[in-house]
C-alpha cells in the first residue's frame, strides 16, 4: 500500500523513520566510497538528526561523494540546499576548497558548530574552550546570589561543579588541549572559587589556599 499522508507531528514513528529513510540514502550513495580511516575503518559521514557531515582526505573525492549524495537523494525525492551547506579544510594550511553544486560553489568556512560544538579550520579547541567558559560564567553570574550565599560551602561547591561545570566540560571528551588551554581552563576554575568566597584581586589570596579549600583539606592557610 503506497502511503499517502506523513505521520503526525511528535508521532513516536517519526524519527524511527526518519532514520531509516536517511541510513537507507547514504548507505547507497557512498558505498565504496571515501579515504577517511579511523582504526583502519572508513568513516564517511557523521550523523546526528537531519544533520550529515561528509568526511574526506582529498577534494575529488568530497566531489564525488557530495554528487552521489545529490544523485540518490533525488532519487529519494530530496534536494540539497546550497545555501545551507558549507565546506571547511581542516589542515596546518588550511586553504579553500572547491565544491561544486548544480554549478554553484560551497561557502568555506574557518569554523562551525555542530552538536554545540565549535570546530575551527585549525583543528585546535581553542576557541570551544573560550566559548564554553564564556557561557559557564554567563550562568555562574546569573545565579551569583545562590553561589555567594550563606549556604552550606560543600553545598555550594557541589552546585558549582553540578551546574557551571557541566557547561563548561560540555564535549571535553574531544578536546586536545594545548598548554595555553590548560591555563584557560585553570584560571575558569580559580574564577569560581575566587566568585564563590567573594574575594577580590586586592585580597592577596593566594590559589593554592583556595585550592585547599576546594578539595576539602581541613585546616587550610588563612
Known amino acids: 500500500m503506497k ?16 532514520n531509516l529513510y536517511s541510513e537507507s540514502l547514504t548507505k547507497e550513495a557512498l558505498g565504496g566510497f571515501g579515504d577517511f580511516k579511523i582504526g583502519g575503518q572508513i568513516i564517511h ?17 568530497l566531489q564525488g561523494m557530495t554528487d ?17 551547506n558549507k565546506t571547511m579544510r581542516i589542515s596546518r594550511q588550511p586553504l579553500p576548497v572547491k565544491i561544486m553544486i548544480d554549478q554553484k560553489q560551497l561557502e568555506n568556512v574557518e569554523s562551525f558548530k555542530y552538536l554545540g560544538s565549535i570546530l575551527t579550520n585549525d583543528g585546535r579547541c581553542t576557541c570551544e574552550i573560550k ?5 559557564a560564567k554567563a550562568a555562574f553570574n546569573k545565579k551569583r546570589t545562590l553561589f555567594t ?21 560540555y564535549g571535553a571528551e574531544t578536546w ?10 585553570e584560571s575558569f576554575e ?3 572559587w575566587r566568585r564563590m568566597e567573594k574575594i577580590s584581586w586586592t585580597d592577596h589570596v593566594r590559589n593554592e589556599e583556595l585550592l585547599l579549600k576546594s578539595q576539602g583539606v581541613e585546616n587550610y592557610p588563612t
Open 3 to 18: 502511503p499517502e499522508r506523513g505521520v503526525k507531528q511528535g508521532y513516536c514513528l517519526s524519527p524511527i523513520l526518519f
Open 68 to 84: 552521489k549524495i545529490i544523485e540518490i537523494g533525488r532519487c529519494y525525492g530530496m534536494e540539497i540546499n546550497v545555501e545551507k
Open 176 to 185: 586536545t588541549l594545548r598548554a595555553v588551554d590548560q591555563k584557560h581552563l
Open 45 to 61: 559521514t557523521v550523523k546526528y538528526a537531519d544533520d550529515l557531515v561528509l568526511l574526506s582526505k582529498e577534494e575529488k573525492v
Open 190 to 192: 580559580m574564577w569560581c
Open 149 to 169: 550565599s550563606t549556604l552550606d560551602y560543600e553545598l555550594r561547591k557541589k552546585l558549582v561543579k553540578r551546574y557551571i561545570w557541566s557547561i563548561a566540560f
Open 131 to 135: 566559548c564554553r567558559i564564556a557561557m
